[in-house]
């Protein structure tokens, strides 16, 4: 075998059972660059520990940018390959890289990605190194050096699965899950999965199937067959669980090689369904307030559900508009300010429903968080117009009744240059930003656009810098309603250690060109929580901005970020919110290769509830085109949904936390609570809910299921599953 590197860049780690030398503690850091801090008899004493879970960022280089070196002194065991079945390679799995590496052990570089360090890759590392590479020192201590460059955001390593293992024959095999649950009654779930190969191996052994309740922790159903698979020949086996109760359930898989000996496992969890399905006659959702600009385009599309046709018709509309009565667009320009109080009425062959709803024409935008999707959690910089367009109409037909709106693209559709007149256009992936704009507005939707003040974006596309009117300008043209403004390389235009003027003028200056434009552009900052931004980014024009680096499909990440909005939750307002960044539900994968989100069904009802109840945009990061029944289901709970939305604008606060378990209290407009029960362990817990801690309640609702609860003798308690939620709203 070559005594070279090769790398694949992982969408998910599969769990195999060849030994692991776990690399998750020992390392130390230290900012800055130099080749002295590769070498293996470099003194690293003074250094820094610290932990790869976390970014540097959140240990104490807050809006670091540029180049940090980890040191890892640590021995290679020779029983590592004695005791494996192939003993040709060796290989180092890294978590996370942020952006782009250079790993060198015993002072040799022996792995890096793509050709400049600089250029953009974050993501995990899978590196393999042949055994008999005369950098690996076998019995002795070795030194890992790795050399990261980060260009904004989170930067360095970070994550839970750092180790060092053998090469192993089950690297060749994996367990696709990736088809959708089928359901069927009383709770009952099925799907199918298969076993697939590369290489010239034959596989043939055991599968052996399992499902598990886990608040009891017993085994509901085993069952073990005889499976036999090579490349191009793949083994499916197909199962249903039938009579589920309506919680999750613990899928395990696991296929051993009757060759080798060596195991392949997978678990999963099953997806329940709470969501009930909409009645037949209308229902009007969304907000109670919209604001929009005098003067300025108007553009609202009534949400509402019921059996199809609908008509709508909206009394006291202020001058200027206009209401499509079989699309339920309302349209037009309104040129005097002032709260217009209009009541909707929508109809069918079943009945009908009215809502009372004010249209605030004034300076004050976004009164209520962003609904929408936004294309970087599933696509990265492979975005497209042909995408873009699936998700409009996905949004039309499924999710935009319950009040989403927003079609968001991320970075990736910037041209190379500039023109010569020093405008920004759009590459060859969006031959007509133009006609994508009208087409999205045509369904009564709204578009949004991601650029960064620096020279280019985190993905090495065109920023804005000293051309912020005339992209301001172009926005403006092609009809954009909303902007992504993403820090990225403006780390390299200002000084070194920013002050908080620093941070505060890109923003400052962006919003400055937007107002230019005649049009309602709403501006989300993505800084990353510098500075606490959510203590004055309503002063610098932000409709929203981030507090925090970026989310993973992970428990580990969505729940740091999610359960840490303590201090930031407090600033909340209408028009202004605080953005822990966007959903990681259904098939994610940052790129082309787009795989089920990892989070749990728990900790995706967890991760709606949360955000819900904080007042924040949701934007959906999953592919719009194969969105399944439970994702849809996750997305379109409109009681849910009116937590999010709520015009009173505040976000919940978190008023009880143990080891174990939080519960966080949302005030509502009509005077009602809205409360999240999280269980943040790893077994069930029942959680109580003390009127020393929430106050005063006489009803109880729960929300997902939309049913009140009938019997509080003693007061409320539930039953939470682990890393779940119990999210009620109390009067």
């Known amino acids: 075998m070559k005594k070279t590197l090769t790398l694949l860049l992982l969408t998910a780690f599969a769990v195999k059972a060849n030994a692991q030398l776990s690399l998750q503690s020992g390392w130390k850091f230290k900012p800055g660059d130099s080749t002295a801090y590769s070498a293996p008899a470099f003194d690293d004493g003074q250094w820094q520990a610290i932990d790869v879970a976390k970014p540097w960022e959140r240990q104490g280089h807050p809006g670091m940018d540029g180049f940090g070196w980890y040191r890892l002194h640590i021995t290679i065991p020779a029983s590592l390959k004695n005791s494996a079945y192939l003993k040709d390679s060796l290989r180092f799995d890294l978590q996370n890289v942020d952006d782009n590496d250079e790993v060198y052990l015993n002072g040799k570089l022996v792995a890096t990605t793509g050709s400049n360090i600089k250029e953009g890759h974050y993501g995990p590392r899978r590196y393999t190194l042949a055994t008999n590479n005369p950098a690996i020192l076998w019995d002795k201590e070795n030194v890992i050096a790795i050399r990261i460059f ?107 090689d009757s060759l080798s000996g060596t195991k392949l496992t997978k678990t999963e969890s099953t997806p329940y369904i709470l969501t009930p399905a909409p009645p037949a006659q209308p229902t009007i959702n969304g907000p109670d307030v919209y604001g929009a600009r005098p003067g300025n385009p108007f553009l609202y599309l009534i949400p509402a559900t019921g059996q199809k046709p609908l008509t709508y018709k909206a009394d006291g509309l202020p001058k200027g508009l206009v209401l499509d009565s079989k699309t339920g667009v309302i349209s037009g320009t309104v040129a005097a300010k002032g709260d217009y109080k209009v009541v909707f ?34 696509f990265g910089l492979s975005v497209d117009d042909a995408r873009v367009r699936t998700a409009a109409r996905t949004m039309i037909e499924k999710l935009s009744a319950y009040g989403w709106n927003y079609v968001n693209i991320d970075d990736g559709w910037e041209i190379d240059k500039r023109l010569p007149s020093g405008e920004i256009a759009a590459n060859n992936k969006f031959p007509d930003m133009r006609g994508l704009t009208t087409y ?63 941070l505060k003028k890109p923003y400052q200056v962006i919003r400055a060109s937007l107002d230019k434009v ?14 606490k931004v959510w203590e004055w980014g309503a002063q610098t024009g932000g409709n929203s901005w981030r507090t925090t680096g970026d989310i993973e499909d ?56 949360l955000w819900s109840l904080q007042a924040v945009p949701l934007l959906i990061g999953c592919d719009m085109g194969a969105l ?27 008023v009880l936390k143990t080891d174990t378990y939080q519960i966080w209290v949302k005030e509502m407009k ?62």
């Open 150 to 256: 980060d260009t904004g955001g989170d930067g360095g390593l970070y994550g839970d699965k750092f180790a060092i293992s053998m090469n192993d024959i089950m690297d060749y095999a994996s367990i696709n899950t990736e088809a959708e649950f089928v359901y069927g009654a009383k709770n009952a779930v099925g799907k199918a999965i298969k076993l697939m190969a590369k290489g010239s191996y034959k596989y043939k052994g055991q599968l052996e199937f399992k499902v598990t309740d886990p608040e009891t922790g017993k085994v509901l159903y085993q069952k073990t067959n005889h499976a036999a698979f090579h490349a191009g020949k793949p083994f499916t086996y197909t199962f249903n669980a039938a009579a589920l109760e309506k919680k999750s359930y613990e899928l395990s898989y696991v296929f051993t």
């Open 345 to 378: 009425t929508v109809r069918n062959v079943v009945g009908s429903r009215t809502k009372n709803f004010t249209i605030r024409i004034g300076e004050t935008i976004g009164l209520t968080p962003a609904l929408g999707w936004n294309s970087w959690n599933a």
């Open 440 to 502: 999205v507005h045509s369904l009564g939707l709204k578009m949004g656009i991601y650029s960064s003040p620096g020279p280019r974006t985190c993905g090495g596309y065109l920023g804005s810098w000293q051309h912020e009117d005339q992209d301001a300008k172009t926005y403006g043209d092609w009809g954009i309603d909303y902007l992504k403004y993403d820090w990225c390389s403006y780390s390299e235009v200002t000084a070194p250690k920013p002050t908080l003027d620093d």
């Open 518 to 531: 005649n049009r309602d552009i709403m501006l989300s900052f993505c800084q990353y929580g510098w500075g």
């Open 554 to 609: 992970t428990w580990r990440s969505m729940s740091e970020i999610g359960f840490n909005q303590v201090e930031a939750v407090q600033f909340a307002q209408p028009g202004h919110f605080n953005d822990p960044d966007m959903l990681v539900v259904g098939k994610v994968g940052w790129g082309p290769r787009l795989h089920n989100t990892r989070l749990t069904a728990d900790e995706q009802y967890t991760h709606i509830s």
């Open 628 to 654: 399944d029944k439970f994702t849809l289901n996750l997305l379109t709970n409109n009681e849910v949904l009116a937590i999010d939305q709520d015009a009173l604008g505040k976000a919940a606060k978190q």
């Open 670 to 731: 009509d005077g009602s609570k809205a409360i999240g029960m999280f269980n943040l362990s790893d077994k069930y817990q029942t959680i109580p809910l003390n009127t020393e801690t929430v106050g005063a309640y006489k009803t109880v609702r729960n929300v997902w299921e939309q049913k009140n609860v009938p019997d509080m003798a003693g007061g409320f308690k539930a039953s939470v599953a682990p890393h779940g939620v119990m999210l009620v709203r109390v009067r």
